[in-house]
């Protein structure tokens, strides 16, 4: 009977510190435990590292906020062409497009998209949704809240320092 209590309690107190987690101050179960903080501009973004395929398919959807100093950094395992959308994106979203060696290829500023609708099956609404491109191919994505690229100063040729090696150890 004691084992039993024991376990018992120990299932308690993992529970309680899995929900002191979720719960934190500033998070919640779609934050990245895993952060890189980029240099872009003049400004330290604080990028969410997004590295296999189901965290990179949901990417900032769903989110009414991205903070000024927020947002995702894309990872690839190989380069590829890629084109985002606006997925169940409330808010408007910047995304650069980062080559191999961490070059910008191609930036977008993505306005919100309407919800898919009540009659609008997944096909038709992943249909209508504007696909933004790199052109090029394409290592490494970083999505920030909507005009904060360009305010920061980033346009295409220039050069996004990345910890390559911990970025590609991040792949799942």
Known sequence: MA?????????VVLVLAVCAAVLAPGCDEETASDIATVKIGDEYFHLEIVADDESRYRGLGGREYIAPDGGMLFVFPRTLALAFVMRDCPVEIDVAYL?????????HTMPAEAPRGENESEFEYEARLERYPSR????????????????????VGDRVKLDRERLKASLR
């Open 99 to 107: 080559d191999a060696a961490g070059a910008v290829v191609a930036m």
């Open 136 to 155: 090029f191919g394409a290592m490494y994505a970083i999505e920030t809240a909507g005009g904060r690229l360009s305010a920061v100063g980033l346009k």
């Open 3 to 11: 084992d039993v209590k024991r376990i018992v309690k120990c299932g």
